[in-house]
């Protein structure tokens, strides 16, 4: 079989890849700045864990993966060192908070210059109601995820925010009624 390609974008990052070898002897094979790296199934394990909670002490984490503290260790800070983790964050209950609503748009640019993209993607990088924002293939040319209060956050969203970007041809909302499933990132141990 071929090895599937993908992608991660982030802003600084354009040229990081994560290489998917769908063959007999499966691996996954991160690729930074030329260093090549093979997970293992213990980095998996890492990672899944990691994933799960990622305020797991070192001796926590260890006991879980089938490692002593010192190895786990060395092997956290080389996933570390190579950007495969690139942070610990908190899921905040967005509901806790006031944010109640969660609406997807498709938007269409007038064009598709590297300035044009460029422009749009730094304009939606500064909203702070634009939870994810997707480049992507097919009728549209960005799938943005929005957060806000109520109806009439959305609204003022729209008008005062969005809209005020320059370039914009079309866009269609979808409003969620809930969310089925919500991670960051897919469980690499099920990957393998």
Not at 20 to 41: A, F, G, H, K, W
Not at 67 to 84: A, F, N
Not at 133 to 140: E, K
Request: one cysteine or more; a negative charge.
């Amino acid at each position: 079989m071929f090895p599937v390609f993908f992608n991660i974008f982030k802003c600084s990052q354009h040229k990081n890849k994560v290489y998917l070898d769908l063959s007999e002897d499966s691996s996954l094979v991160y690729i930074l700045n030329r260093t090549e790296y093979t997970l293992d199934r213990i980095d998996r394990k890492i990672l899944s864990a990691l994933r799960g909670n990622g305020r797991l002490t070192v001796a926590q984490l260890a006991e879980e993966v089938g490692l002593s503290s010192s190895p786990c260790w060395t092997r956290l800070k080389r996933l570390e060192t190579l950007k495969i983790i690139e942070g610990y964050t908190v899921n905040v209950n967005q509901k806790a908070i006031g944010i109640h609503e969660v609406f997807f748009i498709e938007i269409t640019l007038e064009r598709h210059d590297d300035e044009m993209l460029e422009n749009f993607s730094e304009a939606l990088a500064d909203i702070p109601e634009v939870v994810e924002a997707h480049l992507v293939t097919g009728d549209y040319d960005y799938l943005v995820k929005v957060a806000v209060k109520d109806a009439d956050h959305y609204e003022r969203f729209l008008r005062k925010k969005l809209y005020s970007i320059k370039g914009i041809r079309h866009t269609r909302s979808t409003f969620a009624l809930r969310p089925l499933k919500s991670a960051n990132t897919a469980d690499l141990m099920l990957i393998e």
